[in-house]
């Protein structure tokens, strides 16, 4: 209890030290020390470091006491609708009734993921880092590198450049490019990597931070094993932009003794620290959200078991039922009882990453570059398997060997937004299909595995253009986003604009194009999509 509280208190004033480019409205805020925390109380048992640890980990997928409301705006309001995994069905927010979903940005929604993710993350990291070199261990802060990589790498998904590799030099932080912010990620992962083996097997049995590890509760092999799929995640996201280095980092995720996740990476809710989910808390308590259209049509046409373990039926008349993206909605109760919620536990973890990745990025890594042992089928197979039994369901030959295809989507409610299935890609692999149609089924596979991971499943669908989703309804963003490519990014926030203006003008200057959801990020050079 008393970590719980200390956790969710003072940590970010026991880093007031550090100076944020993002926040420095909030500084008084941080710096004012309530608990009083001595330096000798912080050594014990490697409390310096790990409860800024958990902070981190707290803090990737933002969850602890009234946090739903902010995991709606960073989660499912941003890559859950534009994965199509979600969509709202609330005709109004404080920020009105045209939002993202229509493409048009509230500087609220905007700000919130980047200030959050500096204050929450990044400081602790700076103030995990500074101590754990005090210290002397080395492994403490290849940890903390892999957290801070795997949170900021989907932050830099969503913007673009950040100030990254300069941070905590000064209150006002000049950007990286987001290729140098990438090159970043692997040098950093390259080391962790390294210095985390070299730990295990010095001490297979050895635990690190486990007693703040909400995560592999301290074993390391799991965290190399995490973080070898990470950098195989991150090179083949490159991989329009920069092949040579995708192929560099890949080849060595491949090569590595330890090999990939082969278990789903869990965020644990329990005695140490209990929160209730917040996708249970948005969609029960709030009311809000729903499943989205294009999910909707490819459980159904599939006839996929796993779509009664990721959405509860509809409360009027059964079915799993989405809703289209982009309405302009005028009356919620349309919606609430013919519609599909998130089938979760108010107690349920929320999940890091799914085991099934590792086996779909390989079976990219295998097609692209012909990389590993093991053929692109049996990689592709070796996930669905592997994601069915995640899930709890059976039947995971049979629905290897259908040739269903995504169904239309009818609309539930009664307003007519009917939609016409966008793709003819099945489950069953067809070793004769061309390249690009093997790619769309591996990915579209990974689509349905990583649910409700909807910020990697829209940064995968502007890579790679799969699966195929649904185009709004309503497009609010003035030409500012083609409907028809989707968004590509959100905007910096304006709080930026306000307190490090010269360096997000010059970050502006890298993005290639406006300051609008429209332009590309730099790893989007995909010439089909």
Same mark, same amino acid.
């Given at each position: ?63 602890? +006491?009234?946090?739903?409301?902010? %995991?709606?705006? /960073? ?15 609330? &005709? ?8 993202? &979903? ?72 000049? %950007? ?5 912010? %990438? ?25 690190? +931070? ?16 995490? &973080? ?7 090179? +083949? ?64 046409? %599939? ?41 979760? /536990? ?72 009917? &939609? ?19 790619? /769309? ?6 689509? +349905? ?81």
């Amino acid at each position: 209890m008393k970590l719980n509280k200390f956790i969710t208190g003072s940590l970010a004033v026991m880093a007031s030290a550090v100076v944020l480019s993002s926040c420095t409205s909030e500084f008084d805020k941080w710096n004012t020390d309530h608990n009083s925390a001595t330096e000798e109380d912080m050594t014990h048992d490697n409390m310096n470091t790990g409860a800024f640890f958990s902070q981190m980990q707290h803090n990737v997928f933002i969850v602890g +006491l009234d946090k739903g409301a902010d %995991y709606q705006v /960073e989660d499912m309001l941003t890559g859950g609708l534009f994965s199509g995994y979600f969509s709202n069905i609330k &005709a109004s927010y404080d920020v009105g009734s045209l939002h993202n &979903a229509h493409y048009l940005m509230p500087d609220k929604w905007v700000n919130l993921p980047f200030n959050d993710t500096y204050t929450n993350l990044m400081q602790p990291w700076l103030s995990l880092k500074t101590n754990s070199d005090k210290n002397g261990t080395a492994a403490v802060t290849a940890l903390g590198n892999v957290v801070k990589v795997f949170g900021m790498s989907r932050l830099a998904d969503m913007y673009g450049p950040l100030p990254y590799t300069r941070f905590g030099t000064g209150i006002n932080v000049a %950007y990286d490019s987001q290729e140098d912010v %990438y090159k970043a990620f692997f040098a950093e992962l390259d080391d962790a990597i390294d210095v985390l083996t070299s730990y295990h097997e010095a001490s297979a049995s050895a635990k690190l +931070l486990a007693n703040f590890d909400f995560v592999f509760g301290g074993d390391v092999e799991s965290w190399v094993k995490f &973080a070898n799929t990470l950098r195989l995640r991150l090179a +083949l996201r490159v991989a329009y932009a920069n092949e040579a280095l995708a192929k560099q980092e890949a080849q060595k995720s491949i090569d590595n003794s330890l090999g990939f996740l082969e278990k789903t990476a869990l965020h644990a809710n329990n005695a140490k620290y209990s929160y209730l989910n917040p996708i249970w808390e948005v969609t029960q308590s709030f009311g809000d959200m729903r499943m989205g259209a294009s999910i909707d049509s490819y459980l159904n046409g %599939y006839a996929d078991p796993r779509a009664k373990v990721y959405f509860a039926e509809a409360a009027n008349g059964g079915g799993i039922h989405g809703v289209y993206p982009g309405l302009q909605i005028r009356n919620q109760s349309d919606y609430t009882a013919k519609t599909s919620v998130a089938n979760v /536990e108010s107690n349920a973890a929320i999940q890091w990453m799914s085991a099934a990745e590792s086996f779909f990025l390989r079976a990219e890594a295998k097609l692209r570059w012909d990389m590993g042992a093991s053929s692109v089928e049996e990689l592709y197979k070796a996930g669905v398997r592997a994601s069915f039994q995640e899930r709890g369901v059976s039947g995971a030959d049979a629905y290897l060997e259908s040739n269903n295809v995504p169904a239309t989507f009818t609309d539930n409610s009664g307003n007519g937004r009917d &939609a016409s299935a966008l793709s003819t890609i099945t489950p069953k692999w067809d070793n004769n299909a061309q390249t690009e149609q093997k790619l /769309e089924r591996i990915i579209t596979q990974k689509y +349905l595995a990583i649910f409700p991971d909807g910020q990697e499943a829209w940064s995968e669908y502007r890579r790679t253009g799969y699966p195929k989703l649904f185009t709004v309804d309503h497009n609010a963003s003035n030409g500012a986003v083609n409907t028809n490519l989707q968004i590509r990014r959100l905007r910096f926030p304006a709080s930026e604009y306000s307190n490090n203006n010269a360096n997000v003008q010059a970050a502006v200057g890298l993005l290639g194009g406006p300051d609008n959801g429209g332009t590309k990020l730099w790893w989007d050079k995909n010439p089909k999509h």
